[in-house]
Structures are given as structure tokens and as C-alpha cells.
Nanobody
Framework: QVQLVESGGGLVQAGGSLRLSCAAS????????MGWFLQAPGKEGEFVAR????????FYADSVKGRFTISRDNAKNIVNLQMNNLKPEDTAVYYC?????????????????WGQGTQVTVSS
């Protein structure tokens, strides 16, 4: 069992930045990769970014490429999502998730454990 806790959400003006963090605990050794997803009206579990624990390989949704950066600290079991140049359409609840699969999943079904989510609101 893996427990995930997100933090760092909040209110920011368009063009600003936020840094989300996800702390993992429990049986984390079985997790191969971590992903970030968002939930908003009309956006059901939309993929944001993914990173592998071992090699640090990253993959991003086209909508955030060049603006968001996912990173991880293996020693601390922490995954971060640096969000720059935020836009109002980025407003959503952001969830981190852990996957035990080696496949590059970009849908929620590919992830086994989920955090509680953290709200990100970007004002115009």
C-alpha cells in the first residue's frame, strides 16, 4: 500500500507560478512511475505529466509542455510539479498518482494509488 499526499496548491494570477509537491510513503518500492492528473469541469482525469523513479524519464501533455516541469527526489520519495506561466484554463484539482507498471500510461486506469488532490486556481 502506498500513501500519497499533495501540497502546494493555491490561488495565483495568470502568468504566475506554483510548485506542487507529492510525498509518498508506505510500500513505495513497488512504484515504477509517478504521474500528475487534473480534474475540472469537462476534463475527467486529464493527464498532465509523468516521471519514472529509476531513470527520471519524463513525459508531458502537449497543453503543459514548456510550462510545467516534473521532477523527483528519490531519497525523500517526493515528486514535484513546477508550474510556470499559469493560465486560467489550468484551474483544476491536481492529483498525484503512483503506477506499478512499466508502460507509459496517460490515463487514470494505469495508476494504482492516488493522493487527495490539491486545488489550483488561476485568476485572469
Amino acid at each position: 500500500q502506498v500513501q500519497l499526499v499533495e501540497s502546494g496548491g493555491g490561488l495565483v494570477q495568470a502568468g504566475g507560478s506554483l510548485r506542487l509537491s507529492c510525498a509518498a510513503s508506505g510500500r513505495t518500492s513497488g512504484s515504477y512511475a509517478m504521474g500528475w492528473f487534473l480534474q475540472a469541469p469537462g476534463k475527467e482525469g486529464e493527464f498532465v505529466a509523468r516521471i519514472t523513479w529509476s531513470g527520471g524519464n519524463t513525459f508531458y501533455a502537449d497543453s503543459v509542455k514548456g510550462r510545467f516541469t516534473i521532477s523527483r527526489d528519490n531519497a525523500k520519495n517526493i515528486v514535484n510539479l513546477q508550474m510556470n506561466n499559469l493560465k486560467p484554463e489550468d484551474t483544476a484539482v491536481y492529483y498525484c498518482a503512483a503506477s506499478t507498471s512499466r508502460l507509459l500510461h496517460t490515463t487514470p486506469i494505469g495508476y494504482d494509488y492516488w493522493g487527495q488532490g490539491t486545488q489550483v486556481t488561476v485568476s485572469s
